[in-house]
């Protein structure tokens, strides 16, 4: 096997937080076994999420000292406009504090009450803001994103069957646009093949219907193109997203994951009516138009990330040292989803922990326990993730309940995913003692942030 080293070298180092088994035992019960909850200060390893945890490059740290603060045309706006020009394709942009107010001004611009909003699997703060719109989020992703053990090369793809279907019953005028997700994050970082991507723009454009990506991992996505597609090989990360990008109207962005910055996002779109509309919102929820929210420095290291992360040598890295992760795993016997994706080894919490229901709360109490077991901070993507139904009021029940193990880009070496790998192991041979968690508290919206938990069996 071919040994791939970092395509980077150290020039800062931040020390690490040890702590006694015991004392992590106290930090989890004082975090209500919510893994949100815990202060970093009590993490040794901090894979809880790749969102705002990137290390940034000297440039990017050189970039930003050239911050130019004005309230209106900074020229670091322009930039980074250049760069999402240059590198997207996309011409008109709107800086967000973070993906999320992208998505914010995207929805409430597009959406009408009762209107349906189709998308390969739904992320929480994207449907939110759909439901928040009115809109009814409607899953067309392939089946076999629903099934941990399924190898389907690109398990992001659109059932382009269903999507039709969905037209057809409710009528395209019901449909504001199609949500398109590359890399798809709640299936395990699963991209979406450049066939998949064409098929479904012409199916949209065949109805009227506009596609806005959630381009948050759209690196991530042309790597994996590169590597599986046929066609592909000889095609840089560059040219590959740029063409990925070419089957839509625009994207929202979250520039804490690809874009290599810890704070920051936008709004891309080609359509000069959407982009104008979008500058009044703008205005009321983030910001002047030209800084969305953002310090200039922020904007220009956003610019240099952009152009950082398709160069082929740092994406690959990226993308093999997660599956790095993957192996190691894989050698233990521990259950995870296959393939691994992008950003993330997805733990299968059902698989890890068969005595636990979903009502017992399996992926909760597996990141919980791992904490426990050695430092390193996961994430919950299960029932609790899911939420409640608004109409029912009853849990969500997903197929998939796992763990997310997120690698933040150029932090840790592969040295510390084996310490990762060891520790699951140790976990996985005495799995049964791991007891199920119950709702202490629970809040109304986006739920697996703050809720409390507590031991079904005591202690
Ligand atoms: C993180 C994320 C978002 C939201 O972006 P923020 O910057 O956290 O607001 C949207 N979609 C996906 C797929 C994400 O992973």
């Known amino acids: 096997m071919d040994i791939q080293a970092e395509p980077y070298r150290i020039k800062m180092v931040e020390k690490l937080p040890m702590l006694s088994r015991r004392e992590r035992e106290e930090a989890i019960e004082r975090a209500g076994y919510n893994t949100f909850l815990l202060r970093s200060d009590d993490v040794y390893i901090d894979l809880l999420t790749d969102s705002g945890t990137s290390a940034m490059s000297d ?49 409430s611009l597009l959406i009408e009450p009762g209107d349906y909003v189709p998308g390969n699997m739904y992320f929480t703060t994207t449907r939110a803001h759909q439901e928040r719109a009115g809109g009814n989020f409607v899953d067309v992703i392939i089946d076999e994103a629903h099934d941990p053990a399924s ?23 019901r449909i504001p646009y199609l949500s398109l997700a590359v890399t798809v994050n709640m299936a395990g970082g699963q991209p979406v093949s450049m066939k998949n991507l064409r098929q479904t723009r012409e199916l949209c454009s065949q109805y009227g219907v506009p596609v806005y990506f959630d381009a948050t991992r759209c690196a991530e996505n042309a790597y994996f193109i590169q590597e599986r597609e046929e066609g592909y090989q000889d095609h840089s990360v560059a040219d590959i997203l740029k063409e990925m990008m070419s089957y839509g109207d625009g994207c929202t962005m979250s520039g804490k994951k ?11 779109t080609d359509s000069a009516e959407v982009y104008e509309a979008a500058t009044e919102i703008v205005t009321l929820f983030e ?26 040598d740092y994406i690959s890295h990226r993308v093999q040292q997660v599956r790095h ?29 068969p005595h636990l229901s979903q009502d017992e709360l399996p992926a909760q109490s ?46 840790y070496t592969s040295q510390h995913l084996d310490v990762v790998a060891n ?27 703050t809720a409390r938990f507590e031991p079904i069996s005591g202690k």
């Open 151 to 173: 190898d389907h090369p690109f398990k992001g793809n659109v059932d382009l069957a269903k999507l039709e279907m969905l037209i057809k019953n409710v009528g395209p005028e």
């Open 287 to 312: 910001g002047f138009p030209t800084y969305g929210g953002l310090a200039g420095r922020d904007m220009e290291a956003m610019a240099v990330g952009i152009r950082e992360m398709v160069e082929d």
């Open 59 to 107: 440039e990017q740290w050189a970039a930003m000292m050239l911050g130019d603060e004005a309230y209106s045309g900074s020229r670091n706006f322009f930039n980074l406009e250049k760069a999402v020009r240059d590198i997207y394709g996309f011409e008109y942009v709107t800086p967000t504090h973070q993906g999320r107010g992208a998505e914010h001004i995207l929805s």
């Open 366 to 411: 597996l990141a919980a326990a791992l904490y426990v077991e050695s430092g390193v901070r996961t994430m919950e993507r299960g029932v609790v993730s899911a939420g409640r139904d608004p109409d029912s009021g009853e849990h969500r029940y997903p197929r998939l309940e796992l763990v997310r193990v997120t690698i933040p880009r150029r932090v």
């Open 258 to 268: 690809d874009c290599l910055v810890n704070i920051g996002g936008f709004l891309a």
């Open 325 to 353: 992760l993957g192996i190691r795993l894989e050698e233990a016997s521990i259950p995870f989803v296959q393939p691994v994706g992008g950003h993330a080894v997805f733990l299968d919490a059902r698989r890890f922990l």
């Open 423 to 449: 520790a699951a192991e140790n976990l996985y041979r005495k799995r049964e003692n791991i007891s199920g968690l119950k709702f202490v508290y629970e809040p109304s919206v986006l739920r697996f942030f």
